[in-house]
Nanobody, 128 residues
């Protein structure tokens, strides 16, 4: 059974940096695309970033390009999201999930269609 556990969320001030983690169990990162998504209560889930297993290709939402960096450590079965220059509009619960079809994930990006095995999320709050 594929499971994800997100961690590292915190309350920070605008302009700060934060690195959140997503630890996978039940499968290896070598298969599929791992995506980071975020959601604010009452709003639709938004794709933030994605990394593919075969070639490590990365995808970003326009709103985070140049500020966020996704990476993975296969030895630790963990995907990270380094977030710099945080803004109040980055406040959300951040989730990670898996799409076993890299091709499908790339076509659908930044939609979460096809992603499964959602973790419980980690709260990121950016406020002065």
């Amino acid at each position: 059974q594929v499971q994800f556990v997100e961690s590292g969320g915190a309350s920070v001030q605008p302009g700060a940096s934060l690195k959140i983690s997503c630890v996978a169990s039940g499968f290896t990162l070598g298969y599929g695309a791992i995506g980071w998504f975020r959601q604010i209560p009452g709003k639709q889930r938004e794709g933030v970033s994605m990394i593919t297993s075969n070639d490590g290709r990365t995808y970003y939402a326009d709103s985070v390009k140049g500020r966020f960096t996704i990476s993975r450590d296969d030895a630790k079965n963990t995907v990270y999201l380094q977030m710099n220059s945080l803004k109040p509009e980055d406040t959300a619960v951040y989730y990670c999930a898996l799409d076993r079809s890299i091709a499908q994930a790339a076509i659908n990006w930044p939609s979460s269609a096809g992603f499964k095995s959602w973790g419980q999320g980690t709260q990121v709050t950016v406020s002065s």
